[in-house]
């Protein structure tokens, strides 16, 4: 058998493609290194768990901070500033603000006239020449053949004038002053020698001011805001109340802002939940028997941490935990309406309860506020402290966590040094077998080549050997007679 051997080129390693010594040298050199690349696959799959665990502790991490941000808003002395708050009974008639402290109580407003502007209406012609317009003293300089538009443009884009234009058609400008309120007898002075506006006054309307009553005592105002008949109040007249009776006007006590308090509670206990359910399904989740896929190997990486399970149960003790220095009766978030649950109606707890999920009891939270703003404030604010004390201890870039993560980091760093020394060790190795297996090849070829050669040689001469023997005859004996 004639055996061909590859050759090893530059960087690459010699390759056998004949087998002279009819084993098959490629599947030997496969197996032999399998068995070395052994160690290689379990580091590269204990790199692969760790970094699935690392992926969940940053996870966690980011979960647990934001969530220490969000109990931070609950102790924010801004969440509870006082504000005053003003309703009216009727805001289509009367609407009610403030924007600074008002005086408290109910106030009975009745509007029986609206302020409104005083009104000149005019028949329009274009100017066949320019001319100049004046209105209060105010001139205006009108191009021949201006249209009606052009006019109002003209009046509407000057800041010191005194009125405001309209036109309903195109021969009809209407004039009204730019205020509201009593204008009495002398208004809109118009001056045109061109003829250009002609009045038809018995369109002509005086400015007038609102006319109401605030618990029975008559007040005026030039506007339809009304800032001085109520302390502290800016009332909006919009309409007449005449027949429909009186608008309450209700000015609360100076109090925290009730569901700004309850919306900034209801997002950290939806925020709570989801960040405690995340810890929890990890916390459960157990590592596959024989895992194989990455998935398989990522999962079940922080089954039954222990400090995790410690951030959990110092988490939910901290909603029923007593707040040092307060009343017994306000002292925790139970006492204002946030817990875990009641019991369900066999008596056993729910199973939101079992998993520390919290609960909002909203109307025992506004109860809370209204009663007692100040404990409820101390409650949120002391506990705040106290819990994200906790949550920081792990989630801050300085926190137990972030040292865990480091600490992985650094173990992939190494397991990927000794992967790449190992796998090194192993192309080595292989270069070195297949050069052992390559030289065997050879030799044994050579061998094979000499045993042919022989053979050959071998049947040469025991051919010439038998070729001598048979052409030999035996010697020929002559007798002479004797008469020789």
Do not use: H
């Amino acid at each position: 058998m004639t055996a061909s051997v590859g050759s090893a080129t530059a960087g690459a390693p010699l390759t056998v493609s004949g087998l002279a010594s009819g084993l098959n040298t490629s599947q030997i050199i496969s197996s032999l290194l399998a068995i070395e690349r052994e160690p290689v696959t379990r580091l590269s799959n204990q790199q692969t768990t760790i970094e699935g665990e690392q992926a969940q502790l940053r996870s966690i991490q980011s979960s647990l901070t934001q969530l220490s941000f969000t109990a931070q808003e609950l102790g924010s002395p801004v969440l509870f500033k006082t504000e005053q708050t003003v309703s009216s009974s009727n805001p289509v008639q009367i609407g009610a603000t403030t924007s600074t402290g008002a005086a408290i109580g109910g106030y009975e407003v009745e509007v029986t006239q609206l302020a409104n502007a005083a009104q000149r209406t005019f028949a329009f012609k274009s100017p066949a020449a320019a001319e100049t317009l004046t209105i209060d003293g105010q001139e205006f300089e009108v191009p021949a053949g201006a249209s009606i538009q052009t006019l109002v443009s003209k009046i509407n884009s000057d800041p010191k004038a005194t009125v405001y234009a309209a036109a309903t058609n195109d021969e009809t400008l209407v004039l009204s002053t730019r205020a509201t309120g009593a204008t009495g007898p002398g208004y809109i002075a118009v001056s045109d020698g061109g003829g250009m506006l002609v009045e038809d006054g018995a369109l002509a309307k005086e400015g007038r001011n609102a006319e109401l009553t605030v618990d029975g005592v008559p007040a005026s105002s030039t506007s339809n805001t009304v800032t001085d008949a109520i302390p502290g109040v800016s009332l909006s007249l919009k309409a007449l109340t005449t027949g429909s009776g009186p608008v309450t006007i209700v000015v609360e006590p100076p109090a925290p802002n009730k569901s700004a308090i309850v919306s900034q509670v209801q997002s950290f206990v939806s925020l709570y939940n989801t960040t405690v359910s995340a810890i929890e399904k990890q916390l459960s989740t157990k590592p596959p028997s024989d895992p194989v896929t990455t998935a398989e190997l990522q999962t079940g990486t922080l089954f039954g941490d222990p400090e995790l399970e410690g951030v959990l149960n110092g988490m939910r003790q901290g909603i029923y935990q007593p707040q040092s220095g307060l009343p017994l009766e306000m002292s925790s978030l139970a006492d204002i309406g946030i817990g875990t649950g009641a019991a369900t109606g066999s008596g056993a707890p729910a199973q939101s309860a079992i998993e520390g999920q919290l609960k909002l009891n909203t109307a025992e939270l506004e109860s809370a506020i209204e009663s007692n703003p100040a404990g409820v404030e101390q409650v949120l604010r002391q506990w705040s402290t106290g819990f994200q004390t906790l949550v920081n201890a792990e989630a801050l870039p300085s926190g137990n966590l972030e040292v865990r993560i480091g600490g992985d980091s650094t173990q992939l760093t190494e397991l990927t040094q000794r992967i790449g020394a190992m796998n090194e060790a192993i192309a080595l190795r292989q270069r070195t077998l297949e050069a052992q297996f390559a030289a065997m090849e050879a030799a044994v070829s050579r061998n094979q080549s000499q045993s042919s050669y022989l053979a050959a040689e071998l049947a040469s001469l025991n051919g010439e050997s038998s070729s001598s023997s048979s052409s030999a005859s035996p010697s020929s004996v002559v007798s002479s007679s004797s008469g020789g």
